[in-house]
């Protein structure tokens, strides 16, 4: 088990801009945001990190091959030892040329064309959820986490992998355990380390048998693309594929689960928005870009400097942490009108929900495909709210909701005099 100090409040106020336990900030984090955002679009904490909250600024970091991973001491904690000794990143989290080698293997088997022939699935499952909750909760509450936001990414990206029935339901309980300790290691306590740690320990042999065999009866699911995947003569490693399902498993569930509860918590304190997407249903994607935007399942990505850089007129040294603070770029009024406003209809420059540049979230057209089919669906329901202030998730990289319990709404017929439906 990763040995993990004990919380130091006063190390982690010093480290950030912010405080990740207050429970304000947790309920709502955009107020904290636009008043570090005031001080400038890039801020430096007493202990040297440097925090940027600009959206222009954000984007330009992104795309600067300048600023990486380097020796990945920061997210070390999500590298694997091989038995050879040899250290496995997950490509997320290396630079160029190794990042560049995995991501077009990984590429080759999760192009966007091969996602989209999924949408019938999407839409036939959570058909399938909904309906099982109805009838589970009868008149009483749903929670939207619990019934449609978990399994749906799960039973998709199953479905994606070719991972057996036997295994699907291990295999989300696995996926949301390594989610939760994406946090860094001194956000979370020993606890939620070992489950964390022991969870991607199991993925990994459960990967790996399903990899051997896929070698020798392949078939059209992701896992078999990957064994077979080659570019430029190279070939994932066993390693690789299981570190790299594991981490496209883990971090594509915990986006995905988060964008369709964000956005539907948006959604339901937002009725106007909910009519104008009941009138315009063909309109769901651009929805669900508004929603990710709005609230970010994923608010924090953090860099490294590589090389000397001036970040808007800050000159940033090799070996300088960066937190690009994507929920407060993603608010900056420089380039959204009225930010904090859910507008579904919203036309303006790209939310930077899924990253971008060249560590773009590679998991993208499966969340938003997913996303798309829970938000279409939910969204044709008469759904109300059972509370305005529902628990979450006390994550600052991921943001998310603990439960989402709501009604449906049913109006009965009424009759007329005459005897017919009024």
Same mark, same amino acid.
């Given at each position: 088990?990763?040995?993990v100090p004990?919380?130091d409040?006063?190390?982690?106020?010093?480290?950030?801009?912010?405080d990740?336990?207050?429970?304000?900030?947790?309920?709502?984090?955009?107020?904290?945001? *636009?008043?570090?955002?005031?001080?400038?679009?890039?801020?430096?904490?007493?202990?040297?990190?440097?925090?940027?909250?600009?959206?222009?600024?954000s984007s330009?970091?992104?795309?600067?091959?300048?600023?990486g991973?380097?020796?990945?001491?920061?997210?070390?904690?999500?590298?694997?030892?091989?038995?050879?000794?040899?250290?496995?990143?997950?490509?997320i989290?290396?630079?160029?040329?190794?990042?560049?080698?995995?991501?077009?293997?990984?590429?080759?088997?999760?192009? *966007?064309?091969?996602?989209?022939?999924?949408?019938?699935?999407a839409?036939?499952?959570?058909?399938?959820?909904?309906?099982? *909750?109805?009838?589970?909760? @009868?008149?009483?509450?749903?929670?939207?986490?619990?019934?449609?936001?978990?399994?749906?990414?799960?039973?998709?990206?199953?479905?994606?992998?070719?991972?057996?029935?036997? +295994?699907?339901?291990?295999?989300?309980?696995?996926?949301?355990?390594?989610?939760?300790?994406?946090?860094p290691?001194?956000?979370?306590?020993?606890?939620?380390?070992?489950?964390r740690?022991?969870?991607?320990?199991?993925? +990994?042999g +459960?990967?790996?048998?399903l990899?051997?065999?896929?070698?020798?009866?392949?078939?059209?699911?992701?896992?078999?693309?990957?064994?077979?995947?080659?570019?430029?003569?190279?070939?994932?490693?066993?390693?690789?594929?299981?570190?790299?399902?594991?981490?496209?498993?883990?971090?594509?569930?915990a986006?995905?689960?988060?964008l369709?509860?964000?956005?539907?918590?948006?959604?339901?304190?937002a009725?106007e928005?909910?009519?104008?997407?009941?009138?315009?249903?063909?309109?769901?994607?651009?929805?669900?870009?508004?929603?990710?935007?709005?609230?970010?399942p994923?608010?924090m990505?953090?860099?490294?400097?590589?090389?000397?850089?001036?970040?808007?007129?800050?000159?940033?040294?090799?070996?300088?942490?960066?937190?690009?603070?994507?929920?407060?770029?993603?608010?900056?009024?420089?380039v959204?009108?009225?930010?904090?406003?859910?507008?579904?209809?919203?036309r303006?420059?790209?939310?930077?929900g899924?990253?971008?540049?060249?560590?773009?979230?590679?998991?993208?057209?499966?969340?938003?495909?997913?996303?798309?089919?829970?938000?279409?669906?939910?969204?044709?329901?008469?759904?109300?709210?059972?509370?305005?202030?529902?628990?979450?998730?006390?994550?600052?990289?991921?943001?998310?909701?603990?439960?989402?319990?709501?009604?449906?709404?049913?109006?009965?017929?009424?009759?007329? @005099?005459?005897?017919?439906?009024?």
């Amino acid at each position: 088990m990763t040995e993990v100090p004990a919380l130091d409040p006063g190390f982690i106020a010093q480290l950030l801009p912010f405080d990740p336990f207050d429970p304000a900030f947790l309920a709502d984090p955009y107020p904290v945001y *636009a008043a570090i955002r005031e001080k400038g679009p890039v801020t430096r904490t007493p202990l040297g990190l440097w925090a940027v909250t600009g959206h222009e600024v954000s984007s330009a970091v992104l795309r600067d091959p300048r600023f990486g991973w380097g020796d990945g001491a920061t997210v070390a904690d999500h590298f694997r030892t091989a038995a050879d000794g040899s250290v496995v990143r997950p490509f997320i989290f290396a630079d160029p040329p190794e990042h560049t080698r995995i991501r077009a293997l990984v590429g080759k088997a999760f192009a *966007a064309r091969q996602v989209d022939r999924m949408r019938a699935t999407a839409e036939r499952i959570v058909r399938e959820l909904i309906e099982a *909750a109805r009838a589970e909760a @009868g008149d009483g509450p749903i929670d939207l986490m619990a019934a449609v936001a978990h399994p749906l990414p799960g039973r998709m990206q199953n479905a994606l992998l070719g991972v057996p029935e036997g +295994y699907a339901a291990r295999f989300d309980e696995l996926s949301a355990d390594i989610a939760r300790g994406l946090d860094p290691s001194f956000l979370l306590t020993p606890e939620e380390v070992a489950r964390r740690d022991q969870a991607r320990a199991e993925l +990994y042999g +459960y990967i790996g048998e399903l990899a051997e065999q896929r070698r020798t009866d392949p078939g059209t699911d992701l896992i078999s693309e990957l064994v077979s995947a080659e570019e430029g003569g190279e070939q994932l490693t066993p390693d690789e594929l299981e570190v790299t399902c594991t981490l496209l498993l883990s971090a594509g569930y915990a986006t995905t689960v988060n964008l369709i509860g964000n956005g539907m918590l948006a959604l339901l304190r937002a009725p106007e928005q909910r009519d104008w997407l009941r009138a315009h249903p063909d309109q769901v994607s651009a929805a669900v870009e508004e929603m990710l935007r709005f609230d970010a399942p994923v608010q924090m990505i953090s860099r490294t400097a590589l090389a000397e850089a001036e970040i808007a007129g800050q000159l940033v040294q090799p070996g300088d942490q960066v937190m690009l603070m994507i929920g407060a770029a993603n608010h900056d009024p420089a380039v959204y009108d009225d930010p904090e406003r859910l507008q579904l209809d919203r036309r303006t420059t790209r939310n930077l929900g899924f990253g971008l540049g060249p560590h773009f979230c590679v998991g993208a057209p499966l969340a938003r495909l997913t996303a798309q089919a829970a938000v279409s669906a939910l969204s044709a329901l008469d759904l109300e709210l059972v509370t305005e202030s529902p628990t979450r998730v006390p994550n600052i990289i991921m943001r998310g909701l603990a439960e989402l319990p709501v009604r449906v709404v049913v109006h009965p017929f009424r009759v007329s @005099g005459a005897g017919g439906c009024a």
